[in-house]
């Protein structure tokens, strides 16, 4: 089997072991715990400390959200969404910028990569990194099925990692930074995006809103290179809004109109953001925020935490 990465920094979920990918399934070298390949993708999933099952995955079944009928994906096109994430391509370009500086050929890890994230792009076109892109559904971008809860990867493995709008679909995000903290290398960068104002929008892959300061708090055994807002109180007012009209409708096709019509008729509240982004309140009204900082040895402190506040 060949993967578009080096599979030397593999290691077994369940034990942290190598594993050996000459075969199929992919096995253990240390305990004989084996994996299936589906289409060319291990499926490295301790089924022990997961919600999800190898089966689910050699089955074919939907392990997050339904497929949108074709229909409603046409359509979706051509109205303007009611999201939008602020300066992730230039915040993406810097931290590349900054690891292709300190490493020759930077290993960068995806969580819930089977699609680009926001700004992704200029990660994915950019040949001096090596990307593993890696998500708990299959998808036009999934290299690798694993959760972020135990990810099958050595100790101190790759140099950047990238998790976008998935801490709070995850059931222990304080678990899942821990092991981000594991596999990145001494001083490497932890890149995060996560909802704070926002309404559910996985279904019941939805668990978790951080504030700024929880936030910070997630990531407290890392330094910050920087950390705002991604998504401002425009765009969280703009959900609100949908959302409150959705408590409406039952049908699914009333939903779908309501939807489309939020869309035409709110989106223009985003626009606001930009300008509210640097304005102190807006710390408390936000839809997202990021965080980008590199891996430390020090914690910081509850009351170091506390005089973060933003006001």
Known sequence: MRLPFDPAVLACPRCGSGVSLESDPVRCREHGHTYPVVDGIPILVDEDESVFQIEDFTAGRKTTWPTTPRHRRLVSRFLPSLSMTMGAHERLRTMIDVLASETERPRVLVIGGCVLGSGMDVVAADNRIELIETDVTFGPRTQLICDAHALPFADGSVDAVVVQNVLDAVL??????????????????????????????????DFTRFTYLGHRRLFRRFTTIEDGIASGPGMALAWSVQYF???????????????????LTL?????????????????????????VGRKSDTVLGDRELLDLYVE
């Open 267 to 291: 989106s223009w509240l985003k626009r606001l953001d930009p300008y509210l982004r640097r304005r102190p309140g807006a710390f408390d009204a936000a839809a997202a925020f990021y965080f």
């Open 172 to 205: 222990d995000p304080y678990r899942c930074v821990e092991e981000i903290h594991r596999v990145l290398r001494a001083g490497g960068i932890a890149y995060a995006e996560t909802p704070f104002m926002q309404q559910v929008c996985g279904r019941r892959f």
């Open 245 to 263: 009209l959705l408590s409406f409708p039952r049908s699914a096709h009333t939903k779908a109109a309501t939807r489309g019509l939020s869309r």
